[in-house]
């Protein structure tokens, strides 16, 4: 079957300090991957997007970074945190062509405060 | 640029009884998807409904149904017989699946539904 890994579920970084987000996906290749934010619990910006290796898109200039090292594996990364990254951040994979009628799949989520 | 408009920030029901979401979107693609998803307090993102925009006939999930007017670009969520866990956001979501699209979801800003005993 297949899954989707988010991690660290729950996170607390000082202003200024980096930051690494992970997910992974298992039961599928070659998945279109995505990176979202919720703040204050209202609605979800696309950060990044990704279709293959390597593959970056980004959708908001901003102090994030994303990188797909490997097939299944999509990275949200910030050399400096600022308040303002504070918020929900969601993973989310979906297969072209086959799989685009059942929408996504979502991670279950990083809670990040910034303090 | 798709735009999803969700005019409802929050709505109230009582349990039992039905209530309608709205949602009305933006586009100039022929080929899309929409979306209805759920986020519970855990903040799971769970899909509710989808609807296939070169389908007439509205989409239909046990208690929960659409009324889909592609015309009007509205797209608004019908739940029957609500229940103490349908308390949740709901977000409304445009997805078109045009060449070159890369599948983006884009979502209104929800609309948090309470259901009350």
């Known amino acids: 079957s297949q899954t989707i890994h988010q991690w660290p579920a729950t996170l607390v970084q000082p202003v200024g300090s980096p930051l690494s987000l992970e997910c992974t996906v298992e039961?599928?290749?070659?998945?279109?991957l995505y990176w979202y934010r919720q703040a204050a619990g209202r609605g979800l910006q696309l950060l990044f997007y990704?279709?293959?290796?390597?593959?970056i898109s980004s959708e908001v200039p901003q102090n994030l970074s994303a990188s797909r090292p490997q097939d299944r594996q999509f990275i949200l990364s910030s050399k400096k945190l600022l308040l303002s990254d504070s918020g929900f951040y969601l993973c989310?994979?979906?297969?072209?062509?086959?799989?685009?009628?059942?929408?996504?799949?979502f991670g279950s989520g990083t809670r990040l405060t910034v303090v | 640029a798709q735009t999803v408009t969700q005019s409802q920030p929050e709505m109230s029901v009582q349990e039992a009884e039905t209530v309608t979401l709205s949602c009305t979107y933006d586009?100039?693609?022929?080929?899309?998807?929409l979306f209805w998803y759920k986020q519970p307090p855990s903040r799971q993102m769970i899909l509710v409904i989808r609807?296939?925009?070169?389908?007439?006939q509205n989409a239909t999930e046990n208690r929960f149904s659409v009324n889909f007017q592609k015309a009007a670009k509205s797209f608004s969520l019908k739940i029957s017989d609500s229940q103490l866990g349908d308390t949740a956001m709901y977000f409304c979501?445009?997805?078109?699946?045009?060449?070159?699209?890369?599948?983006?979801?884009?979502f209104g800003k929800g609309t948090l539904l309470t259901v009350n005993p």
């Open positions: 989310a994979w979906i297969l072209r062509d086959r799989g685009t009628r059942s929408g996504y799949t």
């Open positions: 039961g599928t290749s070659n998945p279109n």
């Open positions: 990704s279709v293959g290796i390597g593959q």
């Open positions: 586009t100039s693609e022929n080929n899309y998807y």
């Open positions: 609807q296939e925009a070169y389908k007439q």
């Open positions: 979501a445009f997805m078109s699946y045009s060449g070159g699209s890369n599948y983006k979801l884009t």
